[in-house]
């Protein structure tokens, strides 16, 4: 599967973004970076401290699946 960043895709049944590809600094051969979101977050306009750092993970692209479209909300 071909790959590119910004690419929502499925991950042991998990959506994630991809955020960086083989080529890229710190990603493996054969490896994409992923982000899962961060679902604990809070909004800084609810209380939330803002500045939380993203935690991105690199995994096999032989594990990666396609992604269901998103819904798009506004």
């Given at each position: 599967?071909?790959?590119?960043?910004?690419?929502?895709?499925?991950?042991?049944?998990l959506p994630?973004?991809?955020?960086?590809?083989?080529?890229?600094?710190?990603?493996?051969?054969?490896?994409?970076?992923?982000?899962?979101?961060?679902?604990?977050?809070?909004?800084?306009?609810?209380?939330?401290?803002?500045?939380?750092?993203?935690?991105?993970?690199?995994?096999?692209?032989?594990?990666?699946?396609?992604?269901?479209?998103?819904?798009?909300?506004?």
């Open positions: 599967m071909k790959l590119q960043k910004g690419q929502i895709i499925e991950f042991d049944g994630a973004v991809v955020v960086g590809l083989p080529d890229d600094p710190d990603v493996p051969e054969d490896h994409v970076a992923l982000w899962f979101g961060c679902p604990d977050a809070v909004r800084k306009s609810r209380g939330g401290p803002g500045g939380i750092i993203p935690e991105v993970w690199t995994v096999p692209i032989d594990l990666c699946d396609p992604g269901v479209p998103p819904v798009f909300k506004h």
